[in-house]
């Protein structure tokens, strides 16, 4: 069953997947962004299922490179760097057989990434993104500093979607994907002003230098640079 977020949205379907599962011997390979309801710790103990998470689909660097073709080395070096072991970049690279990662990207990839990930996300959470990916981690006291009383729930639904590469306890979106965020900013956008002085302020506190550098990186700021420059004597 693949994309089965979609079946989830019923609680008729997930009932009659669960009595498959329970009532007769058939074997289901599911895919999904959401966890099913019947998916609960206590089942997965017991062995009713298994789960074949982010991090066991990722590729490592040598499987990357047997994907791609070995006629030009260094053009595959950067894509593999690029790629940092998504699959889906991978596979669209091998598909435009390009030696160029930035022909991919900007194309095939944010198309991808827009109808696979970003237009299935809630209103909130695509508002949230884009300034969650100016952080250089995302933590929870970061996701605070941005969203507030929300940033539990919108932690929680980006990390089930698939958007971070480690646990959202120290979280961080994957490269191509931060970029494809990132331009989502404007700068002279009040929200993104707002978030960008806010973090700074955050960091600096912290004594974060790097941190609060990052941000202005991705969306310049003269008043956050000043605060910084002048704190950081």
């Known amino acids: 069953l693949d994309e089965y977020e979609w079946l989830a949205e019923s609680p008729a379907c997930e009932e009659y997947v669960r009595l498959l599962i329970d009532e007769s011997s058939m074997r289901l390979f599911i895919t999904s962004r959401r966890k099913p309801a019947w998916a609960t710790a206590r089942r997965r103990i017991y062995g009713d299922f298994a789960v ?3 991090g066991l689909l ?32 991978l596979g669209l690279a091998v598909a435009q057989s390009t030696a160029d990662i930035s022909g991919v990207v900007p194309s095939m990839l944010y198309e991808y990434l827009a109808e696979e990930l970003f237009f299935r996300s809630s209103p909130s959470l695509q ?35 698939g958007y971070f590469t480690e646990p959202h306890g120290q979280a961080s979106f994957h490269p191509l994907l931060k970029d494809f965020l990132l331009a989502k900013i404007k700068p002279e956008d009040p929200e993104a002003i ?10 600096v506190r912290e004594e974060a230098w790097d941190s609060a550098f990052h941000v202005l990186q991705n969306c310049p700021d003269k008043e956050g640079l000043t605060q910084l420059i002048e704190t950081g004597k």
């Open 194 to 203: 707002r978030v960008t002085r806010d973090l700074v302020n955050f960091y």
């Open 52 to 54: 074949l998470d982010r």
């Open 58 to 89: 990722r590729m490592s660097d040598e499987e990357a490179h047997r994907v791609l073709s070995p006629a030009n080395v260094a053009a595959s070096r950067e894509i593999v760097r690029a790629a940092s072991g998504w699959p889906a970049v």
């Open 127 to 161: 508002t949230a993104l884009p300034m969650l990916a100016l952080a250089p981690y995302v933590r929870s006291d970061v996701a605070q500093v941005i969203s507030g009383s929300a940033s539990t729930r919108l932690l929680e639904e980006a990390a089930a979607a």
